[in-house]
């Protein structure tokens, strides 16, 4: 009966440690992460590149010049400077077609076609993720995101250029 007891007391503590109170009830649609990604005072280079890494072994790269790739776990949009996506056929097109994307669907800038104020991305990756975002004019730099407790989707703006960034 002593044996018993210590076993029954650690089990009935473990329950205990993953009841309710404790542990994240998330149906599966939302996504793990919502994340805004842009520079302090200028448009995303054209050039930018997200890659993903997520569940160990999983890999994805968005591509701002290639936006309408397949993705699995990683679906990122154009957004306005606020972080706000842009209407889905404005995104992709403009982009494209060297319009302002940037500036909420104005006219395109000739000087600087496909200005993209910020990206808004999507991560489905159910758990602990590391972005790596390059492109020109700032430094390339690795995010860690990281689940939070009783939060199904955790919500994170990168200023890709910011000092403290990291």
């Not at 044996?3 to 205990?16: A, D």
């Not at 009841?19 to 793990?32: F, H, K, L, Y």
């Not at 500036?103 to 590391?130: H, I, K, M, R, S």
Request: charge should be negative; aromatic fraction near 6%.
């Amino acid at each position: 009966m002593l044996r018993v007891l210590p076993t029954l007391s650690l089990g009935l503590l473990l329950l205990w440690s993953c009841g309710p109170d404790n542990q994240r009830t998330c149906s599966g649609e939302d996504p793990a992460f919502k994340v805004v990604l842009k520079l302090s005072a200028r448009p995303l280079p054209a050039d930018l590149v997200v890659r993903v890494a997520y569940a160990g072994a999983g890999k994805e790269v968005f591509r701002l010049a290639d936006p309408n790739a397949r993705h699995e776990v990683t679906f990122c949009h154009i957004a306005d400077e606020t972080g706000t996506p842009l209407d889905a056929s404005t995104t992709t097109e403009s982009i494209e077609a060297g319009g302002a994307a940037g500036a909420g669907g104005a006219a395109p800038d000739t000087d600087n076609p496909g200005q993209v104020a910020a990206l808004y991305c999507e991560l489905w990756t159910a758990g602990f993720t590391e972005l790596n975002v390059s492109g020109t004019g700032f430094v390339t730099m690795d995010y860690d995101l990281t689940p939070k407790r009783n939060q199904c989707t955790v919500q994170k703006e990168l200023v890709l250029d910011s000092p403290d960034a990291g």
